[in-house]
């Protein structure tokens, strides 16, 4: 397949919406619906998609290097909505089965499945909260923000989250009586493991599906919006675990880390360190 723009700028470090072209997209090709399976893996020796959809078989969907810098393309006709997939990668050191790092929906933990997701569909209902923000001086308008933890917030009798949904009902009204202008969340983007606060991310284009699906989490942002509340989300760019499935030696060596063992790995945390030097990465 030619080079593309999206591709040419993900190579030079400018596509800042790389996120539209990696990951899985639905699509047509050849008349026939499906999804497009993109990800980027310079060192390997060859990546295919595995899922739901073919048996989770790596010979079935083999991925076509589409670029001298590494990324592999290949559709799937039929895949759908709310199929598991990771991507199947392999190097000198054989065989691993990788999360999408551009997923935009993943299996609820323990499981670390990607899900094949469509953002579109949503229907907004914040148009005066959006219309309010962009007539409002930031200088001199007062800011109160409330930071959570959607985790432990609140629980129910039996342990379980709340859900996005739920939250919607409890905490809205809650920083509303409250007198907060802005609700932070700590990070809600995925993550394996719990002890972590989110801090420790797998998948930087998914909210957790602790709580629910991507278009609930609308609904929260919504709720919140049309309560005057503004939403700050915590971002995590510095570092991210090593889980099998996660973007630790994604390609079998250095990858989205730094290639020198002295700056790979933030000891205090025991995670790898983002290379930002590398034009993908950043």
Not at 101 to 119: I, M, Q, R, W
Not at 202 to 212: H, K, L, N, P, Q
Request: with cysteine; charged share 25%.
């Amino acid at each position: 397949m030619k080079e593309n723009l999206p591709l040419y700028l993900f190579h030079q470090g400018t596509n800042f919406r790389a996120y539209e072209y990696l990951g899985a997209h639905f699509g047509r090709l050849n008349g026939k619906k499906g999804v497009f399976f993109r990800t980027w893996a310079p060192a390997a020796e060859s990546v295919s998609v595995v899922g739901d959809f073919n048996g989770w078989d790596r010979e079935k969907n083999p991925m076509e290097r589409v670029s001298d810098g590494g990324v592999y393309e290949t559709f799937v006709a039929g895949a759908k909505v709310y199929d598991n997939y990771k991507f199947a990668v392999r190097s000198k050191k054989g065989w691993v089965n990788k999360a999408d790092p551009y997923a935009f929906h993943a299996e609820t933990p323990p499981g670390t499945a990607s899900k094949v997701y469509d953002l579109s569909g949503y229907k907004w209902n914040d148009a005066s909260y959006r219309a309010a923000a962009r007539g409002r001086s930031v200088y001199s308008s007062p800011v109160n923000i409330y930071e959570v933890s959607l985790s432990s917030w609140k629980r129910k009798e039996n342990g379980d989250y709340l859900t996005y949904l739920e939250l919607a009902e409890e905490l809205v009204p809650y920083v509303k009586k409250t007198g907060y202008t802005h609700v932070e969340f700590m990070p809600i983007a995925e993550h394996p493991y719990d002890g972590s606060w989110g801090y420790q991310i797998t998948g930087y284009y998914a909210v957790t599906s602790r709580f629910g699906t991507p278009h609930d989490f609308m609904r929260l942002v919504d709720a919140f919006h049309q309560a005057g509340i503004g939403v700050i989300l915590d971002w995590v760019p510095a570092h991210f675990p090593k889980d099998e499935h996660g973007l630790c030696e994604f390609d079998g060596g250095p990858c989205y880390e730094y290639a020198d063992p002295r700056k790979a790995e933030h000891k205090g945390w025991g995670t790898r360190v983002f290379d930002w030097g590398r034009n993908e990465v950043r």
